[in-house]
């Protein structure tokens, strides 16, 4: 887990880069007409997403001395979620906190993040390799879908997935068999094999399900279900450590010509921290939906042990096999990069 220490760092590194450029930069530059660049949000103003971004937004102003201002645009008003990544490359927003999976059917790569390949259950694992590859091949992915703008800058966000279910705890795979569970993606295939039934709906269309009874439990991760008040209808949580809920910063890399190469440096070093910012301040809230939730909804959050675990890790394998099957390049190569940092 990253710490303040190493964000603290990072600033430091950002700051004096940005000393460096604003140093070599003309005079009449600081009298140069600010350039409004254009964020895409799909979090509420006040959602720690957003704060984030906002964090990050203001010293890149204050760095490039004003001439650069990125505006958020919240609650998906300026692009629906699904169509962020097409809006971003074709410039109707700069830049965007985007959940991948979206485009998983027509980017096989993008299953990668609900195929239960991280099965180390250590997120340092899951964070090298994006860093070390995963990253990048998410952009060629991008480009080779004729999304030729657009670049990501890193994983914005990356918790566990974890399960929770009505009146039946659940430890194993066995004592899922039968329940009606809401999962996305390649991990729907998982409850399907392990003899669950899957059910597919949006994330807020959840709370209604679950009080209906439409469904039995369901998937994300920790603070999200307390955020939309999912564990009032459940009892239990299951932290099966299979599968990270993972968001990415995406921007069009082309709409930076508009700037000084100075100014090009700062924003793109800030699209990294950004992501690195924003994964910090998700995380300190995951830990303290960890640390409240028991009381506060008297749910029993539950971690299965190294046997327990290695049953979920089996019941996976169909699903993984099946993925690995794919004769797409760039998936194979993804699977090389898990397995090199996740064995």
Sequence with gaps: MEKTG?????????LLLAGFFICLAPVSASLAQQIELRAAYYSPDNHPLTLAAKEVFADIEKMTQGRVKIKIFASSSLLPTEEMAA??????????NWYMPYMAKTIPLFNLETIPVWTSGHYKAVIEAYENGLNDLYTKALDRQGLKNTKIAGVSMCLWRVL??????VKVPSEAKGMKIRSVGAEADMWRAIGASPVNITTPQTYEALARGVAEGATNYLETMMDRK???HTDYVTCINLSPVLMHIIYNYKMLEKLSPQDQAIVETGMKLLAQVTRLRIMEGEGYAFATIPEKFKTVIYTPDAKEHAEWVKASEPVVANFAKSD????????????????
């Design 6 to 14: 190493k964000k603290q760092l990072d600033w430091v590194l950002v």
């Design 87 to 96: 809006g971003v490359n074709e410039g109707t927003a700069f830049c965007a």
């Design 164 to 169: 929770t279910t009505k009146k039946k705890q």
């Design 230 to 232: 999912w564990l009032e």
């Design 328 to 343: 797409d390049a760039l998936v194979q190569e993804a699977l090389k990069i898990v397995r090199k940092y996740n064995p």
